[in-house]
T-cell receptor
Framework: KAGVTQTPRYLIKTRGQQVTLSCSPI?????VSWYQQTPGQGLQFLFE???????NKGNFPGRFSGRQFSNSRSEMNVSTLELGDSALYLC??????????????FGSGTRLTVV | KNEVEQSPQNLTAQEGEFITINCSYS?????LHWLQQHPGGGIVSLFM???GKKKHGRLIATINIQEKHSSLHITASHPRDSAVYIC??????????FGKGTKLSVKP
């Protein structure tokens, strides 16, 4: 079966612009979580969606937002981009949310560069 | 506050060596995850464990709940094992909390 698909793979944006990233989970997985990875901070949790509802949010400013559609696909949006938003953005899908006891499958990530 | 500490940060080994990466966490967890990240960024989930030991091929993961400690072992290491290995705990709200990772380089 197909894995977690993230698009685009690479993106270059200018400061002040906004960007939308997409994540399609594994078929049957209803939960999607998003993570930011930077050299300085490592991997950090952004938010988690299940049944089109945000269940949980990490410690990021309101410029970071997301949504989930009825087919479980998720998008995240970053508005008013800053240089510090340059990072690898990863999404992971799981059957249900709060998967401390179950598995996650990660996508290959979207590498965002803000210039 | 949940914290996940990994050691060592960097590890260089010769092909064939036995490798151990350690992970300590600060609070009680529901599960501990070991992840592998190759250059290019994609992450592969290697193990998820809440007790005891799991084995997959040359990889072995163990966890000691009382000591809040987990180890990832690689037997007969190979250059293709070169990657960053990350441990993560399942946080109380269900999200993952990550260690900083261990960069492993296996020389032929």
């Amino acid at each position: 079966k197909a894995g977690v698909t993230q698009t685009p793979r690479y993106l270059i944006k200018t400061r002040g612009q906004q960007v939308t990233l997409s994540c399609s989970p594994i078929s049957g997985h209803r939960s999607v979580s998003w993570y930011q990875q930077t050299p300085g901070q490592g991997l950090q949790f952004l938010f988690e969606y299940f049944s089109e509802t945000q269940r949980n949010k990490g410690n990021f400013p309101g410029r970071f937002s997301g949504r989930q559609f009825s087919n479980s696909r998720s998008e995240m949006n970053v508005s008013t981009l800053e240089l510090g938003d340059s990072a690898l953005y990863l999404c992971a899908s799981s059957l249900v949310p709060g998967q401390g006891n179950y598995g996650y499958t990660f996508g290959s990530g979207t590498r965002l560069t803000v210039v | 506050k949940n914290e996940v500490e990994q050691s060592p940060q960097n590890l260089t080994a010769q092909e064939g060596e036995f490798i151990t990466i350690n992970c300590s966490y600060s609070v009680g967890i529901s599960a501990l995850h070991w992840l592998q990240q190759h250059p290019g960024g994609g992450i592969v989930s290697l193990f998820m464990l809440s007790s005891g030991k799991k084995k997959h091929g040359r990889l072995i993961a163990t966890i000691n709940i009382q000591e809040k400690h987990s180890s990832l072992h690689i037997t007969a290491s190979h250059p293709r094992d070169s990657a960053v290995y990350i441990c993560a705990e399942g946080g109380s709200q269900g999200n993952l909390i990550f260690g900083k990772g261990t960069k492993l380089s296996v020389k032929p």
